[in-house]
């Protein structure tokens, strides 16, 4: 799995309440992104990372914040949870320059009732 | 629009019985074309990417090749455990740090 590990990997959560999603990498990549994938909507971006404390919006970013105080580690956080972000949450990696495949987690499967 | 198109949305092979996977993709300036093979329950695991048109990558009963316009992932005599949903991503010039714009996958099945 490259070195790459979400937390939690399942959540329950209730509608209005924060949640944070944890990536966290021992590859050293400068990119991180976090995805959404969704029945009939496929993969999609919500933030991504560039470096430490540089991200910017992917996609379908409203609703979502993310931050990035060390190399290592990607914050997803919704700030206050609805039920239309149910969703299957996957952490990417990539870095290299001449290939820049993307690494994927587990992903984290989280429910908003 | 959709810049990545996969289809069929669903393939049921026999074992054994060849087939192919089609990508097709409007993006300006293209990067990267990647292939990923999931499993449910699982994040993407990556197989190839290709470059440039003419490009062609194999690996084991898969080999992937590249136009201008579309990719094809080409599957040689499946085996059961083939199963799993393959999707095409695109990476433009540019944009959104070397980011994936992913198609909503082909779903294969391969039955003994």
């Known amino acids: 799995d490259a070195g790459i590990t979400q937390s939690p990997r399942h959540k329950v959560t209730e509608t209005g309440t924060p949640v944070t999603l944890r990536c966290h990498q021992t590859?050293?990549?400068?990119?991180m992104y976090w995805y959404r994938q969704d029945p009939g909507h496929g993969l999609r971006l919500i933030h991504y990372?560039?470096?430490?404390?540089?991200?910017d919006k992917g996609e379908v970013s409203d609703g979502y914040s993310v931050s990035r105080s060390k190399t290592e580690d990607f914050l997803l956080t919704l700030e206050s949870a609805t039920s239309s972000q149910t969703s299957v949450y996957f952490c990417a990696i990539s870095g290299r320059v001449m290939n820049t495949e993307a690494f994927f987690g587990q992903g984290t499967r989280l429910t908003v009732v | 629009e959709d810049q990545v198109t996969q289809s069929p949305e669903a393939l049921r092979l026999q074992e054994g019985e060849s087939s192919s996977l089609n990508c097709s993709y409007t993006?300006?300036?293209?990067?990267?074309l990647f292939w990923y093979r999931q499993d449910p329950g699982k994040g993407p695991e990556f197989l190839f990417t290709l470059y440039s048109a003419g490009e062609e990558k194999e690996k084991e009963r898969l080999k992937a090749t590249l136009t201008k316009k579309e990719s094809f992932l080409h599957i040689t005599a499946p085996k059961p455990e083939d199963s799993a949903t393959y999707l095409c991503a695109v990476q433009e010039n540019s944009n959104s740090g070397y980011a994936l714009n992913f198609g909503k996958g082909t779903s294969l099945l391969v039955t003994p």
């Open positions: 590859e050293n990549h400068r990119y």
């Open positions: 993006v300006s300036g293209l990067r990267g």
């Open positions: 990372s560039y470096g430490v404390k540089d991200t």
